[in-house]
């Protein structure tokens, strides 16, 4: 492939200098094109740098349309096909960076550091000659379009303004007539109503999170519970946000249940309450309950059944009660912490009006889209800079074909 045009080589024009304008960059370079990355920070790669903790999930090695969400899922098979986990993988070696792949498929850099991948990005763009124009905030698409062959929109989403993250993107897709799916926030902690859910904060522990909609059960993932002043974060939080984010944009009735002990059944937990209360009589129930989970959330507990804490002689219908709220505990959801906190956003510019082979808008000839600002959102564990690196490469490959 080589990017030329009469001889004379292809200028392409990146807006956002992240993950994805990154990768497009340095493989419309590798193709031959003269690269010009627009970012409007005083740095590139800002998200990659904070990500995973400052250890960067990098990617993940099962990837398919299933691990992300959008109006079209079936839009990222193509970019997957020509760009998943081993093509990624050969990509990094060839820039020298290693990569430490975990038993669950989550990937990271061998280094441990997100720095090591925002570095390497850069320096393998600068030596291929890609120029870059930090602190230049772009506001007029149809202008760049004028003075370079192809643009190619690598904004990313509204998610961590503090970032860079906002919604240029989609205010330059909508100048060519493109349709927003409505954005809302992702892999994001959720604000709960019950008071007795902020009196927990600072707690934190292990349990099963399930989502219901409607009252109908959605998902359920286990992980990290924490409880905060405003309601709960945690993995097994942010791995359901996806779908509560999106239906309580769409005004639906959000409702979690929290399972504090999701090894036992309800008959075992409270045989195990009512027998210790037998056992140990000078015990109150919030003694007993200690044994079980962590001291905050008893108490909390407690108050919410309206059980005083020094209760004693436990009978077996009170011990069902408890073991009931300990396995069932509901809450009901009343918005996202915000775009401010979320990882990702859902939404963006329809893939459906994007050509999934070259990721060429059907709207605008010679305009390009990649990553984030795309109606595609991924799950937790390195999904979504897997599809940020597809996507570049996929727009590359669409400008240079
Ligand atoms: C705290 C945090 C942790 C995360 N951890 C992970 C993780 O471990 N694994 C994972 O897979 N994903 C993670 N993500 C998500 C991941 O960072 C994003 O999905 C990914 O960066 C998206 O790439 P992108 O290129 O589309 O957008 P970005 O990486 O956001 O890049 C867009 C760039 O465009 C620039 N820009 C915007 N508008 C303009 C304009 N008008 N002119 C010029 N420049 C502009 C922005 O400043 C930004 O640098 C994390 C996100 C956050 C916030």
Redesign the pocket.
Known sequence: MSATKNNTMIKVAI????????LCSIFCAKFGAYVEV????NR?????L????G??????TNLSQSDFFGADPSFVNDALKNFGFKEFEKFALEIGLLLDIKEDGRVYPLSNE?KSVAKLLQVTAENLGVVFHTD????DVKKLLQTHDKVVI????E??HH????S??QS?AKVFGHNIIPTYPS?VQLHLTSKTAHKMSGAKTYGEVTLFINNKKVSACRGDILFTDYGVSGFAVLDISQRASEARMGSKQVEISINLLPNMNTQQLSEHIFKVAKSMPKFSILDILVGLIPLKIAASLLDDLKIPHTTKNIDTKVAKKIANQILNWRFEVSDTHGFRH???SGGGVDTREINPKTYESLKQKNLYF????LDVV?K?????????WA??YAAAKGIVA
């Open positions: 807006i956002g200098g992240g993950a994805s304008g990154l627009y970012e409007q920070n590139c790669a800002k998200k990659i904070v990500s995973g903790n250890r960067c999930n990098i990617t993940n997100a230049t905030k772009i506001t690598a904004t990313g989403s998610a961590a970032l860079g993250g906002n240029d993107g330059f892999l979320a990882e990702v990649c990553g984030e600002v991924g937790r564990g390195g999904y979504n800079f897997a599809f940020a996507s570049g």
